[in-house]
């Protein structure tokens, strides 16, 4: 959790929010013709529910506006437009740089400082920080009056504040948000926002080793989300589970990071997961568990197997792995290692520009690439040495053997792939499953204390999500649908599962495979993608994740498949 507020980036929706929370109407575009833009605007609110109708107003508002040059008007049309493709990176960016240009020509000061803010948002979600930083700057810079947008923009200054280990910095940001809160009675208007604010308070001063002052916050954050009925509250247990560590207290670390567990887990919070193993992990390094330890560790190396993401934080459980395959002489692992940890630099380095310096640590670049060097030539030499003639040996007989074995897998290899294969191209519009168990939660529904008709609204958004192909998105996270179908995570995860037989990410992923396996059914470009492009184009986050969904949901791989469509 430290160096970054790994939570859930609800600044993005602080404005999307509104998209979605009322019911929508079918409308005919024909009928706003005499509408006035004030009035289009409460129009686009109220069909906010269908993001297609919704486009389809702002569309004609823009033209509208265009026509008569209110260029007020214009700028507005577009931030709404912005709204209608949240889930749509490269879309969104387009309409608020449309929105920002007209802005300044016409020094719109209030609409630079909302296009700015949600600019800053795309990129912070897409992993840009620095120009997450230049825009969010912006959009204070244009801000006349400390009202909400403000304090939504100081908010979000100062995680990334936290970011690059301003810490201090970033609190008194927090603490000029609290004011405004508490002044507002946004700790009884805007809940969530609130429990957010305490939380970012803990997680800085966690940072700072001030630990009073973090389970200052973290009880009071604890009791204040424990009323918000939706177990919220282990965020604030997961995080004084990092304070404790800090402390040394070991025993209270890990019982809190062992109660947050499930529920991260549950909301498939990927980054705050791996961060529990990390800091679990460690605690069984210090006691000399190694079992366990290595157990944790490789829990945390399979999550970024699974999301291809890297955290600042679960860095050192790849040295702790290297240090203990070196221990054990054991060349090859460590080598296996010291190659991941300087993949995961690659990407922190990226990212994390401006902190890159206090990564690393024990195992710098340089040393890594020595090191890797260093073991390369040493397996090299391993597999040189030895006795020769045993080797001459075993050589007919291992030959043997294995031509039999290669013949006998390859002949059941292709039997089977060739049945996989049939069965793809006999699929029409029946849904992808994968062959392996999926342990989804079989809660009934009804405990969810969801009407028929809400669970109805939901499932049809979720139609909507899967029509509009917003899977395609790279970085879909749980927390983003939810906002999407207008509901909360815990009831969508529950839902996933009772009606689509899945857990999320399994979820997303069958949808990807399937757009994948349609389109180099019928497209025959598309079949000339390499893997790593059709990769991106499914919204992968890198071509290891996504070869492993294709061949999981399907059982062969995409060469095998293109290659008996082209033939």
């Known amino acids: ?104 020509r016409y020094n719109l000061k209030d609409l630079l400082a909302e296009s700015y803010f949600y600019r800053g948002s795309l990129h912070y979600y897409s992993g840009k920080d620095e120009e997450a930083s230049y825009d969010f700057l912006k959009a204070k810079s244009y801000v006349t009056e400390k009202e909400g947008i403000y304090y939504k923009i100081i908010f979000n200054i100062g995680i990334l504040k936290v970011d690059i280990g301003k810490n201090e910095e970033a609190i008194q940001l927090f603490e000029e948000c609290l004011k405004y809160d ?57 995080i004084e589970g990092n304070n404790k560590f800090f402390q040394k207290m070991y025993r209270e670390s890990k019982d809190s990071l062992l109660k947050s567990i499930p529920y991260l887990a549950e909301i498939e919070d990927f980054p705050n997961l791996a961060i529990a193993y990390h800091y679990l992990g460690k605690i069984n390094e210090i006691q000399s568990n190694e079992e366990k330890m290595i157990s944790y560790f490789k829990k945390v190396d399979s999550i970024f197997d699974e999301t291809g993401y890297a955290y600042p934080e679960t860095r050192k459980s790849y040295e702790s792995l290297i240090r203990y395959y070196e221990k054990n002489n054991d060349s090859e692992n460590q080598l296996f290692y010291v190659k991941k940890l300087l993949h995961i630099d690659s ?37 040189e040495f030895g006795n020769k003639s045993r080797r001459n040996i075993y050589i007919l007989i291992t030959l043997l053997l294995g031509l039999s074995t290669i013949l006998i897998y390859n002949y059941k290899k292709r039997k089977k792939y060739k049945k996989k294969f049939l069965e793809l191209m006999k699929l029409t519009d029946t849904p992808i499953s994968s062959e392996e168990e999926t342990r989804v939660d079989n809660e009934p529904i ?122």
């Open 1 to 104: 959790m430290f160096g970054k507020i790994y939570y859930n980036i609800f600044f993005l929706f602080s404005f999307i929010l509104v998209m979605g929370q009322q019911n929508s109407v079918t409308i005919k575009i024909d009928t706003l013709s005499n509408k006035s833009f004030a009035e289009l605007k409460d129009i686009f609110y109220e069909n906010s529910g269908n993001s297609s109708i919704a486009r389809d107003i702002a569309q004609f508002t823009l033209h509208k506006a265009t026509i008569v040059k209110d260029n007020r008007a214009i700028a507005n049309s577009y931030i709404r437009l912005y709204a209608t493709y949240f889930n749509d990176i490269v879309n969104g960016k387009k309409y608020l740089d449309s929105s920002i240009a007209i802005s300044e």
């Open 182 to 238: 508490l002044a507002n009675g946004r700790d009884k208007t805007r809940k969530q926002d609130f429990s957010e604010t305490l939380y970012a308070f803990s997680t800085a001063y966690t940072n700072i080793k001030l630990h009073d002052s973090a389970t200052k916050y973290s009880t009071k954050g604890y009791k204040f989300a424990k009323k918000l009925n939706d177990s919220s509250h282990l965020m604030f247990t997961y």
């Open 347 to 383: 990407i922190l380095n990226n990212r994390y520009r401006n902190i890159s310096t206090s990564i690393h640590e024990e195992f710098d670049t340089k040393n890594l690439l020595i090191e890797k060097d260093f073991l390369e030539s040493k397996l090299k030499r391993s597999e």
């Open 446 to 567: 009804s405990d969810l204390d969801l009407n028929e008709e809400t669970i109805n609204s939901i499932l049809n958004k979720l139609k909507s999500f899967e029509g509009e192909k917003g899977f395609l998105q790279k970085g879909i996270t749980l927390n983003l649908v939810a906002k999407k179908c207008d509901t909360n995570s815990k009831y969508l995860s529950k839902i996933i599962n009772k009606h689509k037989e899945n857990n999320f990410r399994n979820y997303i992923n069958s949808l990807r495979i399937e757009y994948v396996v349609k389109e180099l059914k019928e497209n025959r470009n598309f079949r000339k993608y390499t893997v790593k492009a059709i990769a991106d184009e499914a919204g992968f986050s890198n071509s290891e994740s996504y070869s492993r969904a294709f061949y999981k949901f399907t059982g062969i791989h995409t060469s095998y498949f293109i290659k008996n469509i082209n033939h």
